[in-house]
């Protein structure tokens, strides 16, 4: 969907980061983010993965994006279910269904943490999740099992 929407995907991580989370709900929740900043940025729109640990431990990744931004109106509004922030525009990929971000909400809620949501209209859109700290690994699987064995 990136090359057809002419949008640059870029991987900025600030350190290798490790969650004791659900794999399976974790690829789902970037998938569903980087999704919508491909879907919402024009051609020659930039999305960007972040990943990283903030001082207080928590775990933080999601995607900062070049496209349309919302007001805080549409930013409620992007997380209620089957409703879109902007229902007249027309992506890459048409209208979606409106789960993408409540989907994320949900599964981060599962893990304990929080959706974070920092946007501008017409100039873009950060959002991304933080998982708690005691979400963190000290180190990796392999080394963890490793110890154990």
């Given amino acids: 969907m990136a090359g057809r929407a002419f949008v640059s995907i870029m991987f900025d991580p600030k350190q290798d980061v490790f969650v004791n989370a659900d794999e399976r709900s974790v690829k ?4 569903n983010l980087l999704s919508n900043a491909v879907k919402y940025s024009g051609p020659g729109g930039i999305a960007v ?3 990283e640990v903030a001082a207080n431990d928590r775990v ?3 995607v900062k994006d070049t496209g349309l931004g919302m007001t805080g109106e549409e930013q409620q509004k992007a997380l209620e279910p089957f ?3 902007g229902q007249h525009l027309e992506t890459v990929e048409g209208n979606g269904t409106g789960l993408g971000l409540p989907i994320v909400k949900g599964l981060i809620d599962a893990h304990n943490g929080m959706l974070r949501i920092e946007s501008t209209k017409g100039v873009g859109s950060k959002i991304w999740v933080e998982f708690p700290a005691e979400r963190l690994m000290r180190t990796t699987p392999a ?6 064995a």
């Fill in 49 to 51: 993965i972040l990943l």
């Fill in 143 to 148: 080394k963890a099992a490793a110890a154990v």
């Fill in 83 to 85: 409703v879109q922030a």
């Fill in 60 to 62: 933080i990744y999601g």
């Fill in 28 to 31: 789902q929740m970037l998938l």
